[in-house]
């Protein structure tokens, strides 16, 4: 059965082929786009994954670097307590010989330059020697002789013990000495051999303490590493470097890292640094009276995880290109080649073979297809007898889009506040040759109102050609409306076979001044406002569009006062008829206008609205009612 299928427009889709995709590349397209994504998802979390594994084990790694010295701290702090005691007792050892050596020689007590000597050779900072009173009777300095007690003073009594007892051995901690030159000092008192009497003997604090450094806790990190650039220090509880990897810290404050003591509020913790100009994650641990941190540089911490994530793009991207490659074969084979199958056949039957069958059964979802098919073509055939009461119905629908492919209001941040517009459309058939148009030119509003000469789907086309061709030339020469429509025209009588024409009034409202420049193409005449009443605007610039070509417009203007109204219409507004043939007419109009208060745009469309149908009381109007209003708002508060 061959059928003419063109009415109900099934040919038009060989012309819409033109502007359509094909298929197979879409889906090609389409895999390789998720194919795409997938890798970079998977790209994604591996590298999270391992990120944060990383991560995780280079907190491990220094927290278990601080433990190893922790107890690397606790092995050198009693290595330390076991010099400093070892040290002690060879200092001990040489104040009682120098006793012994008093005792000896006796004249050491009464010739101080004897004294001198012997604490010289002795490499001592001064030696007291005293009566059993614990009275200074010899001295190196000799400025002590007959004028210090040791019982006089409180940081002295307790070498009188020594008077007490003789094996009583006084051994102070370093201390600041009373003698400027000395500086500070570690004194060791013991009793004298020859009588009672105390002998205590100076030494420098510097040399003791050099004594202890060659065990002590600065050296203990000097060559200590981390990784390949981090860095292991030691800190006292006043923040000062005690010992470092990095030589040129220790003795310096940690300020000089760039932290704070809010970083060492807890017990132990990580957190990161800027050391070296590198960004290192660092770990610390409090133990006894010292912080130990250590740093490592975030880029030792990921260049495991980098070199993992370089193999593992590129074992992803031959795992996904085997993908890629398996499923558009697949995809080609078995959904692209029977969709081309179904296509062609679907072809045949759109061109009117309504006896031809879709035959594709490879699969069941293709034979069910198929079978779709082949009953919605059967059911096509039946469905042919009663499309031409349908088109009643569609033709309706029509309306419908015509109605609201116009604009009804401009969005509310468009453009500027200077200005309101509103405008309606009531068609008398199923579609209208009336239409109105309003957009921004600038910050400028331009307005069109036209009526088409005829009735139905010709002049409900034609409108649509002559909207957008208004529209396109307004805002390609938005300076200049003359030349603007005088091209529209021109372009409507080189493609006007049905011989239809248009009345056009179109204007452009400055948003500053309230001048409306504008072309009346053979439209019925607007109504503006001044000083509260309305009025005809005169003036004709040319005959109707698509009547005649080559024909230049001439450009009219006025000007619009702050708060007035321009009100413009279609002829269907005047020649709306009642039950008796009576028109509405210009003269009611143009009363009727100026018998209300007028508000707003959309009031005064509402009004005439009302008015116009309370005037024809229900009776069918053989033309299409359209309006538009314009306000100028500026200076308005």
Avoid at 155 to 161: G, I, S
Avoid at 237 to 262: A, Y
Avoid at 455 to 477: Q, V
């Amino acid at each position: 059965m061959k059928l003419d299928l063109s009415r109900f427009h099934i040919k038009t889709i060989d012309n819409d082929k033109k502007n359509l995709s094909s298929l197979e590349p879409f889906f090609q397209r389409s895999l390789l786009m998720f194919v795409i994504a997938a890798f970079c998802v998977t790209f994604g979390v591996s590298y999270t994954l391992q990120t944060k594994q990383a991560e995780t084990e280079s907190r491990s790694f220094l927290a278990n670097e601080t433990l190893y010295i922790c107890s690397q701290v606790r092995t050198a702090a009693n290595n330390y307590i076991m010099l400093q005691n070892t040290t002690d007792g060879m200092l001990v050892d040489k104040v009682q010989a120098i006793a012994e050596r008093l005792k000896l020689q006796p004249k050491l007590l009464q010739d101080m330059s004897a004294l001198k000597q012997l604490a010289v050779s002795e490499n001592v900072f001064g030696i007291n020697v005293t009566d059993a009173s614990g009275t200074t009777i010899a001295s190196y300095p000799a400025k002590y002789v007959g004028t210090f007690n040791y019982n006089d003073h409180l940081a002295t009594q307790k070498y009188m013990e020594i008077i007490k007892n003789p094996n009583t051995i006084i051994n102070e901690q370093i201390r600041p000495s009373t003698t400027v030159e000395e500086g500070s000092v570690k004194a060791i008192g013991v009793a004298r051999i020859d009588q009672p009497g105390i002998v205590q003997v100076r030494f420098s604090a510097a040399r003791y303490k050099n004594l202890l450094n060659k065990n002590s806790l600065s050296n203990l990190l000097t060559n200590y590493t981390i990784g390949n650039d981090g860095t292991a220090s030691l800190l006292d509880n006043e923040g000062i470097i005690v010992s470092s990897s990095d030589k040129q810290m220790v003795g310096k404050p940690f300020t000089v890292l760039g932290l704070t003591h809010r970083d060492f509020s807890s017990n132990n913790g990580f957190f990161d640094i800027r050391y070296n100009n590198k960004l290192q994650l660092a770990a610390y641990d409090k133990h006894a009276d010292y912080n130990i941190l250590v740093t490592s540089p975030y880029s030792d911490i990921y260049a495991k995880r980098n070199i993992l994530l370089i193999w593992n793009a590129f074992f992803y991207f031959l795992l996904f290109t085997v993908v890629y490659y398996i499923l558009s074969h697949l995809l080609n084979k078995t959904v692209i080649k029977s969709i081309y199958t179904i296509n062609a056949t679907l072809n045949t039957i759109t061109n009117g073979d309504l006896d031809k069958r879709v035959e594709v059964n490879n699969f069941k979802e293709f034979a069910t297809l198929s079978s779709d098919i082949n009953s919605t073509v059967s059911a096509l055939k039946a469905a042919i007898a009663e499309a031409a009461s349908r088109i009643d119905r569609e033709l309706e629908f029509a309306k419908a889009i015509q109605a609201s492919a116009l604009p009804k209001a401009l969005p509310e941040n468009a453009g500027t506040s200077n200005f309101k517009v509103r405008a309606s459309m009531s068609t008398a058939k199923e579609v209208g040759g009336d239409f109105y148009d309003f957009f921004l030119v600038g910050d400028d509003l331009a307005f069109v109102i036209a009526d088409v000469s005829g009735k139905g789907i010709p002049a409900a086309l034609f409108m649509m050609t002559a909207r957008t061709e208004i529209r396109n030339h307004i805002l390609s020469n938005p300076t200049d409306l003359a030349k603007a429509i005088t091209q529209a025209n021109d372009e409507l009588c080189a493609n006007n076979d049905a011989m239809l024409f248009v009345t056009a009034f179109a204007g452009i409202l400055n948003h500053e001044t309230g001048e409306i420049k504008y072309i009346n193409a053979g439209h019925n005449k607007p109504l503006f406002q001044k000083d509260g009443k309305f009025s005809w605007l005169q003036g004709r610039s040319g005959p109707p569009l698509a009547s005649m070509d080559g024909i230049p417009y001439k450009l009219l203007s006025f000007k619009l006062d702050p708060g007035c109204l321009l009100y413009t219409y279609t002829d269907g507004v005047t020649e709306a008829t009642n039950a008796v043939k009576d028109l509405y007419g210009d003269d009611r109009l143009v009363a009727f206008l100026n018998s209300i208060k007028v508000e707003d745009c959309q009031a005064v469309i509402d009004a005439i609205t009302n008015d116009v149908d309370k005037f024809c009381n229900g009776s069918e109007q053989a033309d299409d009612i359209t309006m538009l209003s314009v306000k100028f708002t500026k200076n308005l508060s």
